[in-house]
């Protein structure tokens, strides 16, 4: 498998191996579900990009300075996920705060588009309703009044990544997709600007389909009201930051002002 090439990779390279071996896994994860797809990945190889698919400059030092954990830990934290996946149930009602620990650690890269699902409940979500989506991307354009916003906003999203680079290609039309989707699945909110890094960060560890969902569960469970015409949410968030600022650190929220 993938963890047992990138140990043999990673002792006989050296700690720069290591780096590469952790790019070759990200990429690798993004090669299967656009196959699985029935797509072809698109990169451009006079770029480099860095672990994570965004392009850098073509330096000797590319690397130098990041901080990539080894792969003997990667592939530790791995199993343990994988382990923690298939049991997911039983962890969370008996060793919720083992969860927790585990995720301010880090998820692993290879395992973090399941994890997010798991984590947010959307993988039931979408099991509930499996056509849904489909439906969505099947209606006219014409009848999603905010698709001239959202085609405006396509190539300001994450431009450096590989991903998103290229006009038309795979990542803006996917992006496209869900958030069109979303606007006709929740009319009320339909778009809004700050939706479309929430969703490439999602589309950059995932399927689609799976990325709207996880987008219903984060509008609907965890930023309620961030994303309404009136930004309610957000707002009384901001609030109350700026008072704990004031509470804890009245230096600091003096130097905001």
């Known amino acids: 498998g993938v963890s047992s090439a990138s140990h043999w990779l990673a002792s006989v390279f050296s700690e720069r191996g290591e780096r590469i071996v952790a790019k070759l896994m990200f990429v690798a994860s993004l090669l299967y579900r ?82 997010y699902q ?36 396509l190539h300001r999203t994450f431009p450096e990544h590989f991903l998103f680079r290229s006009e038309k290609g795979q990542g803006q039309s996917e992006l496209r997709n869900v958030l069109k989707a979303f606007s006709l699945y929740d009319t009320t909110i339909g778009f809004c600007q700050p939706m479309a890094p929430i969703v490439a960060t999602l589309l950059m560890h995932m399927p689609e389909e799976e990325a709207f969902w996880c987008l219903v569960m984060i509008c609907e469970k965890y930023l309620v009201g961030y994303y309404s015409p009136g930004l309610e949410g957000i707002k009384t968030d901001g609030k109350l930051f700026e008072r704990l600022i004031k509470m804890h650190n009245p230096e600091i929220a003096a130097h905001l002002v």
């Open 34 to 115: 656009t196959l699985e797809k029935g797509g072809a990945l698109q990169m451009e190889d006079d770029i480099p990009t860095d672990r994570f698919g965004f392009y850098r400059p073509r330096k000797d030092d590319l690397y130098r300075g990041i901080s990539v954990p080894n792969v003997e830990l990667i592939r530790k934290r791995e199993n343990k996920w994988r382990k923690m996946l298939d049991a997911w149930d039983s962890w969370m009602k008996k060793k919720h705060k083992k969860v927790k620990e585990r995720c301010l650690k880090g998820i692993p890269q290879s395992l973090r588009g399941m994890a």
């Open 118 to 153: 798991y984590l947010c409940g959307s993988q039931e979500r979408r099991k509930a309703n499996p056509v849904l989506y489909k439906q969505f991307l099947s209606t006219d354009d014409v009848e999603c009044p905010w698709l001239d916003s959202i085609d405006k906003d």
